[in-house]
């Protein structure tokens, strides 16, 4: 923390608050900002700077708002651009996740009157936070794999233990209809070898005999 306080930080171009689309039809614009953005594991940090905090010493209280998310350090940058009457904080938590949640949580939220701005300051990791934060990424996906893999599992024999259900409730089990069928495949008769039926042809009734025309 010491050797973060003596950087001088510049600004570069992911500090700055993106411009949302302008091509939305009038009557889909909404009240408020509804832009998504997706973020990469390599943008995402658990260094954060905010921006827009008024220069009214409410560095004690910006730090009680972002210690909900989780441990942290709030040191106020020196000598960083900002806009008049307003300052910037670097703020460091203990992990990654809690980084993310408060990034989420707190940008564009209203603070003493002025709207915060906050973003990911990956460029302020060592190494080390680089790998520990790539390590956790690993770890965090395989998890996720497991518990999908469970939750397929439970979900198929939640469908085997329906279907079994379904014939039971019929009034037979489903041993007993494949011993039924294993019979009647079985003990069926073979009709390869038995004679076609004879069919017999219909009666034809006879016609009355007509009396011989006489001539006039």
């Not at 905090?53 to 560095?59: H, L, S």
């Not at 893999?149 to 379904?166: I, V």
Request: charged share 25%.
């Amino acid at each position: 923390i010491d050797c973060l306080k003596n950087r001088r930080m510049r600004k570069r171009q992911h500090h700055e608050k993106a411009e949302v689309a302008v091509s939305r039809p009038q009557y889909r614009e909404a009240r408020w900002e509804r832009a998504v953005k997706a973020y990469t594991v390599n943008q995402e940090s658990r260094f954060l700077i905010v921006f827009n905090v008024p220069a009214i010493k409410v560095e004690s209280d910006l730090a009680t708002l972002c210690a909900q998310f989780g441990s942290l350090s709030c040191n106020q940058i020196e000598d960083y651009p900002c806009e008049e009457f307003t300052e910037a904080f670097l703020v460091i938590f203990q992990t990654i996740s809690s980084g993310r949640l408060a990034k989420r949580k707190l940008d564009n939220r209203s603070f003493f009157g002025s709207q915060l701005h906050v973003t990911y300051a990956p460029e302020q990791e060592s190494v080390d936070d680089t790998r520990q934060k790539l390590q956790q990424r690993r770890q965090d996906v395989v998890r996720r794999l497991a518990a999908l893999q469970r939750q397929r599992g439970e979900l198929e024999k939640t469908a085997a233990a329906g279907d079994d259900r379904a014939v039971a409730k019929a009034g037979k089990s489903p041993a007993h209809w494949a011993a039924g069928a294993a019979a009647a495949v079985s003990s069926g008769p073979d009709v390869s070898s038995s004679p076609a039926p004879v069919v017999p042809e219909p009666a034809v009734a006879a016609r009355p005999h007509e009396p011989a025309s006489v001539p006039q």
